[in-house]
């Protein structure tokens, strides 16, 4: 049976794991463990590179052209007018790479690549939760029944996905605006700021990727809710990868059991302040980009209730 614990002072809107008096020992848990869709993350990840690409292949001349109207700021950089000259000749320039991204970005194709990666994910979700519905109670689940009540799920999920993405290369821009501002109000030479947009510019394919696992961990986070709770199960297991990239607050809350209507809040660990909670409150893969999963806690009556579904039938 897993361990119940709490993260230490939890704000008080919440209440953190489920309390052991509040549970039966007629609970089961499936030993096997619940599966993180790790290839379909890589393949919403391709998915998405292409707008890396572009950003990267386009951004040269557009760069160049920053470097040159800063440059010629910064030696004279005594006079407001000129700096004020200086922004918006750039704040022109940032906007004419943007148009050039816009023309370059096929969102037609990568809402069909996402689409599919989408369909692809939601087979691993329902294939795996029927491996754990039959390892827990000896149950078979009726597949069909979940692939045709997920449509809006799915689509929900793939338009936020596209949105997300396609949206990324406005964000960039907006980070070579503050790079800028950085760059004039400090009084930085030109090679300064070139060199830190140049890296947030080699940076974006790892930002791309990082898109791409948050938003597989919000799909998978909301599937498996859908499974649990299309089923009458209202508690899980949290259950980490269990690797070094596992944040603390993250690792804590493995094997700790949660309710659906009530997640924990998420907190991380400072030099000076010790533990800060971030005010946000998260389900196993909606923290950002979370790749924890959530364990179904099955009780008797549900076992008794399933048996009697259509979505079921007992072995």
């Given at each position: 049976m897993a361990t119940i614990a709490t993260v230490k002072n939890p704000p008080a809107r919440t209440l953190m794991a489920v309390s052991s008096a509040n549970r039966t020992n007629t609970e089961k848990i499936p030993t096997r463990k619940p599966v993180y869709p790790m290839s379909a993350e890589r393949e919403l990840a391709r998915a998405f590179l292409p707008v890396s690409v572009i950003i990267k292949k386009t951004a040269k001349p557009f760069l160049e052209r920053i470097a040159a109207v800063y440059g010629a700021w910064a030696q004279e950089n005594v006079r407001t007018d000129a700096r004020l000259s200086m922004q918006d000749a750039i704040g022109i320039i940032l906007e004419e790479y943007g148009d050039a991204l816009d023309e370059q970005i096929d969102v037609e194709s990568i809402t069909d690549r996402v689409n599919r990666t989408a369909r692809y994910a939601r087979g691993i979700s329902i294939r795996d939760w029927k491996a754990l519905v039959k390892n827990a109670i000896d149950l078979e689940i009726n597949e069909p029944f979940y692939t045709e009540t997920t449509e809006d799920l799915i689509n929900k999920w793939v338009y936020e996905s596209v949105q997300n993405i396609t949206s990324y290369p406005q964000e960039y821009l907006g980070k070579i605006q503050e790079i800028i501002t950085w760059g004039y109000t400090t009084n930085q030479p030109m090679v300064n700021v070139y060199r830190r947009i140049e890296k947030l510019t080699g940076d974006t394919r790892a930002h791309v990727r990082m898109?791409?696992?948050?938003?597989?961990?919000?799909?998978?986070?909301?599937?498996?809710?859908?499974?649990?709770?299309?089923?009458?199960?209202?508690?899980?297991?949290w259950v980490t990868k269990r690797d070094s990239r596992v944040r603390e607050c993250h690792r804590e809350l493995d094997g700790q059991i949660f309710d659906w209507n009530n997640p924990p809040a998420m907190w991380y660990r400072t030099i000076s302040r010790g533990i800060v909670y971030s005010g946000r409150y998260c389900h196993p893969g909606e923290d950002y980009g979370c790749r924890c999963v959530a364990a179904p806690v099955f009780d008797e009556k549900i076992v008794e209730a399933a048996k009697a579904n259509r979505k079921f039938y007992a072995v």
């Open positions: 898109i791409a696992r948050d938003q597989m961990g919000t799909l998978n986070s909301r599937m498996t809710r859908y499974e649990h709770e299309s089923m009458g199960v209202s508690k899980y297991k």
